[in-house]
């Protein structure tokens, strides 16, 4: 029986700290804007229209996501799965934005229109400077 594993794809080096302070610039922005969103419920339903049934679970989880992401940032060596996961979760929650916009899912005024697609966007470039990180990383 063999019990050795294959070794997994981890990113060293100059490499991991780039992509390191990436998340980590990512991570702070989530726990920052999920704390604003649980403890501005009420003038985002206001301003934004965004109601507190969609403003509280999206703060939760965007806590946890910025939980997983400084989690992620800590590892000596970064796990390449690891970052392709949040590079995935990050384009699908651009995705999930937009499509909840233009279904009109949730009543937004126009700012809230413009707060959700601008979320959108800097999600996207998260998205994209992760994923180049972890390319370059690969050809270090």
């Given at each position: 029986?063999?019990?050795t594993t294959a070794p997994r794809a981890t990113v060293g080096g100059a490499a991991?700290?780039?992509?390191?302070?990436?998340?980590?610039?990512?991570?702070?922005?989530?726990?920052?804007?999920?704390?604003?969103?649980?403890?501005?419920?009420?003038?985002?339903?206001?301003?934004?229209?965004?109601?507190?049934?969609?403003?509280?679970?999206?703060?939760v989880a965007m806590l946890g996501g910025a939980t997983a992401l400084g989690l992620?940032?800590?590892?000596?060596?970064?796990?390449?799965?690891?970052?392709?996961?949040?590079?995935?979760?990050?384009?699908?929650?651009?995705?999930?934005?937009?499509?909840?916009?233009?279904?009109?899912?949730?009543?937004?005024?126009?700012?809230?229109?413009?707060?959700?697609?601008?979320?959108?966007?800097?999600?996207?470039?998260?998205?994209?400077?992760?994923?180049?990180?972890?390319?370059?990383?690969?050809?270090?």
């Amino acid at each position: 029986m063999n019990t050795t594993t294959a070794p997994r794809a981890t990113v060293g080096g100059a490499a991991a700290e780039r992509l390191r302070t990436i998340l980590r610039i990512d991570g702070w922005s989530t726990a920052v804007f999920g704390v604003t969103l649980l403890a501005a419920w009420r003038p985002f339903s206001g301003w934004f229209g965004l109601p507190p049934s969609w403003s509280v679970p999206f703060g939760v989880a965007m806590l946890g996501g910025a939980t997983a992401l400084g989690l992620i940032a800590g590892y000596p060596r970064i796990p390449v799965r690891y970052v392709a996961l949040v590079v995935a979760g990050n384009a699908l929650s651009c995705l999930a934005l937009v499509v909840l916009v233009l279904a009109g899912a949730i009543p937004l005024s126009g700012l809230g229109v413009a707060f959700m697609l601008t979320g959108a966007a800097v999600v996207a470039v998260y998205a994209g400077l992760e994923f180049l990180g972890l390319r370059h990383a690969r050809t270090e």
